[in-house]
């Protein structure tokens, strides 16, 4: 890339973010067409959705106060359409129970805090005060998206096994954060570039616990295995004691036999 500008390195770096948050949004496909055959949320969580389309519309709405921030409107954008369609397909096929809960989210967080916080900063902040204001915020949640991911590697360390935190997505994440800390890095906006460069850390980590723990049993396999060893030695067990049993009354029989004739 020897002779680009800071210009288009902030656009290769943008558009290549757009790409791969794109596939990233696009990532909760399977689980929905699971809930559709099935007919039911039930099983599955709904928060990831209702903070991931917070944290879209906080950058969309920051990308608006800057200018040229034409990527980021771009992929938010999307990022905020299908969000919406994931969890009103989330609210079309839950119990009761967690529609409720869904929609006491969806309204606390997505109209309640977002709803202050643009009213908020549009009356009382003006002008870079305003940007810098809402970039901070973005920044501050974005960090705490980033760091969500502690629990299932927590779980990783405590179980022994990756079943809930699958390479591709920790892959693609990890590729995103680069894109996006790049981008930010070129066009000198640190709200961007800053939680990216904890996402990038926190996705290498991710990688690095799977391949120590892809070849591992999870402690919950183990036991499942030794139950299933447990019930098939038992089951061997009562055989040996039938197949006893069974020839233990034959000789008997045979006996009963002999001395009825004698």
């Not at 079943?163 to 961007?192: C, H, N, Q, R, V």
Request: proline share 3%.
């Amino acid at each position: 890339m020897n002779g680009l500008s800071a210009h288009q390195l902030q656009f290769i770096f943008g558009l290549l973010g757009n790409i791969i948050s794109f596939l990233v949004f696009l990532a909760p496909m399977p689980t929905f067409w699971t809930i559709y055959k099935k007919k039911t949320s039930e099983g599955f969580q709904s928060i990831p959705y209702v903070v991931a389309l917070m944290s879209a519309m906080l950058l969309l709405y920051y990308a608006t106060l800057k200018t040229d921030a034409y990527l980021l409107i771009s992929i938010n954008s999307f990022g905020c359409v299908i969000e919406v369609i994931y969890i009103a397909l989330y609210l079309f096929y839950a119990p009761k129970k967690q529609k409720i809960f869904t929609l006491k989210l969806f309204i606390i967080f997505n109209l309640g805090c977002s709803g202050v916080m643009v009213g908020g900063t549009m009356v009382f902040l003006h002008g870079m005060k305003r940007t810098n204001a809402v970039g901070w915020i973005c920044a501050a949640f974005n960090l705490s998206v980033f760091a969500s991911p502690l629990s299932i590697m927590k779980r990783v360390i405590r179980t022994k096994s990756v079943e809930y935190m699958p390479f591709s997505l920790s892959f693609f994440l990890t590729l995103s954060a680069t894109m996006w800390f790049f981008y930010g890095f070129f066009i000198k906006d640190l709200f961007i570039a800053l939680p990216n460069v904890v996402g990038f850390l926190l996705g290498m980590v991710q990688m690095i616990m799977y391949m120590i723990y892809k070849d591992r049993k999870g402690k919950v396999e183990e036991k499942l295995e030794e139950g299933a060893k447990f019930w098939e030695e038992d089951d061997q067990n009562l055989s040996i004691v039938k197949t006893q049993r069974e020839t233990k009354e034959i000789n008997m029989a045979e006996t009963n036999h002999y001395t009825i004739h004698e």
